[in-house]
């Protein structure tokens, strides 16, 4: 069975700022995908960033991106930039591509806080 | 807005009692999946229907049940309730990424 990991129950940021949020994962599979979920204090889960493994470019969006260690099992988070709104929990997933279930396995989450 | 909707937002109930939860999901999507966000137990996998079957079983227990109907809607039955199924309760439905409704807050007195 997979497992995904965050290691950082609690980071925090300066307004404008760059953080990085870690996340591993552990998986016998070659070909999966993983995901970036933000939840802000309404508890909507947002997708933040998708990254396929078998693409070996980082996947970016706006001031999101990942560093994706396909190797290592590693999938990182990186804000720039930081604003307010992005306070939030965030979550790492990870999804098979070729489990028939295709369910998502989370990580335990890591809370993001800024300070203006 | 993802596209998925979920009813009701909130649920409060007694224990011992059976609730029932709702999602429609996106249009075009034949996947549904169910989710429990616990304090304890975090975000964990219920269940999943394909197109009106069920394609895979998580951590669900037996007091609880789901389908899928022919419009794609699904329902999540939760029957002989406990304290700690106290939890939010998400709905999402999938192509390659799975968005997720708003959520449905169960609070068990």
């Known amino acids: 069975a997979q497992t995904v990991t965050q290691s950082q129950p609690e980071m925090s940021v300066q307004e404008a700022e760059t953080v990085t949020l870690s996340c591993t994962y552990d998986t016998s599979e070659s070909d999966y995908y993983l995901f970036w979920y933000k939840q802000p204090p309404s508890r909507q889960m947002i997708l933040v960033i998708r990254q396929e493994a078998y693409k070996q470019q980082n996947a970016t969006e706006n001031r999101f991106s990942v560093n994706f260690q396909k190797a290592a099992k590693s999938f990182s988070l990186k804000i720039s930039d930081s604003q307010l709104g992005d306070a939030a929990m965030y979550f790492c997933a990870y999804r098979s591509h070729v489990n028939a279930g295709n369910m998502l396995t989370f990580g335990g989450g890591t809370r993001l806080m800024v300070k203006p | 807005d993802s596209g998925v909707t979920q009813t009701p937002k909130h649920l409060i109930t007694a224990t011992g009692q059976r609730v029932t939860l709702r999602c429609s999901p996106r249009?075009?999507?034949?996947?549904v999946y169910w989710y429990q966000q616990s304090l304890d137990q975090g975000l964990q996998f219920l269940i999943q229907y394909y197109n009106g079957e069920e394609r895979a079983k998580g951590n669900i227990l037996e007091r609880f049940s789901a389908q899928q109907f022919p419009d794609l809607h699904s329902e999540l039955n939760l029957s002989s309730l406990e304290l700690g199924d106290s939890a939010l309760y998400f709905c999402?439905?999938?192509?390659?990424?799975?968005?997720f409704g708003p959520g449905t807050r169960l609070l068990v007195l």
């Open positions: 999402a439905s999938s192509g390659k990424t799975q968005y």
């Open positions: 249009s075009g999507d034949l996947s």
